[in-house]
């Protein structure tokens, strides 16, 4: 976490009333770190004194950044402080980064995906990519979607960049995939599916 400013511990101790200051302090810094601060993901980077309503959200954010800087993944250790008179203190600390090889990272997304929006190839890097569930009727098995709450099954599914996400693009094709091999189908041409 590393040092703390005198500014720090004054917001933390006006955030948090009436608990000790170290706590205060923790628990700051990991609103702090959660509300607007990246991680950069390295074996050694660590926060003390975290509550167990921000480790979900911690670990939220820590996964979302192995995503982001392209790592295949990582070791976390979650321990009490101070067991077990006060188990709800977490320690979490990474131990291990795991960046995998070129390839290895380019698959973990739709690297080589067609975007459904604008016709191009989803690049590697392009972490925020996504597949999208669309409410039509798909006519092959994958990629497509379904709920087993309310038993619907074989619904069509688009892949579409990141930019096109940013820029809310009107989605034009689904996609289906076979091996290797993907093929756009025009949104128009499926049937509308009703739930």
């Known amino acids: 976490m590393g040092e703390v400013s005198q500014e720090e511990i004054r917001a933390a101790t006006e955030r948090y009333?009436?608990?000790?200051?170290?706590l205060a302090v923790a628990k700051y810094m990991a609103d702090r770190q959660l509300e607007?601060?990246?991680i950069s993901l390295k074996p050694g980077l660590g926060w003390g004194g975290i509550h167990l309503e921000r480790v979900g959200q911690l670990?939220?954010?820590?996964?979302?950044?192995?995503?982001?800087?392209?790592k295949k993944g990582m070791t976390i250790?979650?321990?009490?402080?101070?067991?077990?008179?006060?188990?709800?203190?977490?320690s979490i600390a990474i131990k291990d980064v795991d960046s995998g090889t070129d390839e290895e990272i380019a698959s973990m997304g739709l690297a080589g995906w067609p975007c459904?929006?604008?016709?191009?190839?989803?690049k590697g890097t392009d972490r925020q990519?996504?597949?999208?569930?669309?409410?039509?009727?798909?006519?092959?098995?994958?990629?497509?979607?379904?709920?087993v709450l309310?038993?619907?099954?074989?619904?069509a599914s688009a892949s579409v960049c990141g930019q096109c996400?940013?820029?809310?693009?009107?989605?034009?094709?689904?996609?289906?995939?076979?091996?290797?091999?993907?093929?756009?189908v025009p949104v128009a041409e499926l049937e509308d599916a009703y739930e």
């Open 17 to 22: 009333p009436g608990i000790p200051v170290p």
């Open 36 to 38: 607007n601060e990246p």
């Open 59 to 70: 670990v939220q954010k820590m996964a979302d950044a192995m995503y982001e800087q392209g």
């Open 77 to 90: 250790s979650i321990e009490a402080i101070d067991f077990p008179e006060s188990w709800d203190h977490i």
């Open 116 to 122: 459904c929006c604008c016709d191009e190839t989803i």
């Open 129 to 147: 990519a996504a597949i999208i569930m669309l409410h039509k009727r798909a006519k092959w098995d994958y990629p497509s979607w379904g709920n």
């Open 150 to 155: 309310d038993g619907t099954s074989g619904m």
């Open 165 to 184: 996400l940013k820029e809310e693009r009107e989605i034009l094709y689904a996609v289906k995939k076979n091996g290797n091999t993907f093929v756009r």
